[in-house]
């Protein structure tokens, strides 16, 4: 396994890769869960990722079940310090509310932070978590309550770093400038949607937000932080030929990037997969991908692309296109 650290030397270590735990308690059992947390701990992997929300939209679910889940894997293995927890507030199904994500969230009020940390502690079973991210931004909250609130959670001791995740990045810069103007932590770490394929000019994501150029020029042009990349796999539908590509993607110019990442996957030996996160992982924009899996053979070939480096030429052929 390789390591960075996060928040510009300052936060803690983390595994090169992210385990995302979004479908852990729902449409992965706990046996399977185990399993697949238990193997990404002993290849190395010491980062996980998940949310007070996961996965609220599942029949049955209620949003606790990825961080019940993680609670009880800390325990039972006695892996908490060893391993870097992230969790999210603000798209949990507002208290009451028969709708759930996407079409209703509790947002970034003071008081949904508040009560959000609180109950993300008592799942996780733990008195703090290492990156607290802004799960989905708010627009009819003040900025300042939010950043505010967030700083309240570091002042407090219940995290350390701070993140967002499918926000604007003129969002995210401005709260990073009223974080500093007031002498406040702020936002470093920030988890997008990112992978090798560009998505359609205009495309539509809803509450989730790509990590198009202006958010990359963002991350590149400040030392302290970090993308978090999820869906680099696209559920699979790199590999799998019953998973066809997400309309945002289907375009000329991903087919042509397509052909050229089997072209180098050829060539490396390596499976398209891991040339995807081998070029997120090496490249000089500071990137941890959050990878979501629900076997452990789909973990293994994760893995797999940790060690992988791509040649300087095979690299500049993918971004050439």
């Given at each position: 396994?390789?390591?960075?650290?996060?928040?510009?030397?300052?936060?803690?270590?983390?595994?090169?890769?992210?385990?995302?735990?979004?479908?852990?308690?729902?449409?992965?059992?706990?046996?399977?869960?185990?399993?697949?947390?238990?193997?990404?701990?002993?290849?190395?992997?010491?980062?996980?990722?998940?949310?007070?929300?996961?996965?609220?939209?599942?029949?049955?679910?209620?949003?606790?079940?990825?961080?019940?889940?993680?609670?009880?894997?800390?325990?039972?293995?006695?892996?908490?310090?060893?391993?870097?927890?992230?969790?999210?507030?603000?798209?949990?199904?507002?208290?009451?509310?028969?709708?759930?994500?996407?079409?209703?969230?509790?947002?970034?009020?003071?008081?949904?932070?508040?009560?959000?940390?609180?109950?993300?502690?008592?799942?996780?079973?733990?008195?703090?978590?290492?990156?607290?991210?802004?799960?989905?931004?708010?627009?009819?909250?003040?900025?300042?309550?939010?950043?505010?609130?967030?700083?309240?959670?570091?002042?407090?001791?219940?995290?350390?770093?701070?993140?967002?995740?499918?926000?604007?990045?003129?969002?995210?810069?401005?709260?990073?400038?009223?974080?500093?103007?007031?002498?406040?932590?702020?936002?470093?770490?920030?988890?997008?949607?990112?992978?090798?394929?560009?998505?359609?000019?205009?495309?539509?994501?809803?509450?989730?937000?790509?990590?198009?150029?202006?958010?990359?020029?963002?991350?590149?042009?400040?030392?302290?932080?970090?993308?978090?990349?999820?869906?680099?796999?696209?559920?699979?539908?790199?590999?799998?030929?019953?998973?066809?590509?997400?309309?945002?993607?289907?375009?000329?110019?991903?087919?042509?990037?397509?052909?050229?990442?089997?072209?180098?996957?050829?060539?490396?030996?390596?499976?398209?997969?891991?040339?995807?996160?081998?070029?997120?992982?090496?490249?000089a924009l500071p990137?941890?991908?959050?990878?979501?899996?629900?076997?452990?053979?789909?973990?293994?070939?994760?893995?797999?692309?940790?060690?992988?480096?791509?040649d300087p030429e095979?690299?500049?052929?993918?971004?050439?296109?």
């Open positions: 396994m390789r390591y960075r650290t996060l928040a510009g030397g300052q936060g803690p270590e983390v595994s090169a890769l992210c385990l995302g735990l979004l479908p852990f308690g729902t449409t992965v059992d706990e046996t399977t869960a185990f399993a697949i947390l238990d193997r990404f701990a002993e290849a190395g992997g010491t980062y996980v990722d998940t949310a007070n929300n996961y996965a609220a939209w599942v029949p049955g679910g209620t949003g606790d079940e990825s961080e019940l889940l993680l609670g009880r894997w800390l325990h039972r293995r006695g892996a908490r310090d060893r391993t870097v927890v992230a969790t999210k507030v603000g798209a949990r199904p507002p208290v009451g509310s028969t709708a759930v994500w996407p079409n209703a969230w509790e947002g970034l009020s003071a008081k949904v932070i508040e009560a959000g940390i609180e109950g993300s502690l008592r799942r996780l079973g733990t008195d703090h978590v290492d990156v607290y991210y802004a799960h989905v931004e708010d627009r009819d909250v003040p900025m300042a309550e939010t950043v505010q609130a967030f700083a309240d959670v570091v002042r407090g001791g219940s995290t350390r770093v701070l993140g967002c995740s499918n926000h604007a990045a003129w969002r995210v810069g401005a709260a990073r400038q009223y974080a500093a103007d007031h002498g406040l932590p702020g936002y470093t770490c920030v988890q997008q949607r990112y992978t090798y394929l560009w998505p359609v000019p205009g495309g539509e994501w809803g509450a989730q937000w790509y990590a198009r150029d202006d958010m990359q020029d963002l991350v590149a042009s400040n030392d302290d932080m970090t993308l978090m990349a999820y869906g680099p796999l696209m559920s699979g539908a790199y590999t799998r030929t019953d998973k066809e590509l997400l309309a945002q993607y289907d375009h000329a110019l991903s087919h042509r990037r397509l052909e050229v990442l089997r072209e180098v996957a050829a060539e490396s030996g390596a499976t398209p997969n891991q040339v995807v996160l081998a070029w997120q992982m090496g490249g990137v941890v991908p959050v990878v979501g899996v629900s076997s452990l053979a789909q973990l293994e070939e994760a893995l797999g692309a940790v060690e992988l480096d791509l095979l690299r500049a052929r993918l971004d050439a296109v």
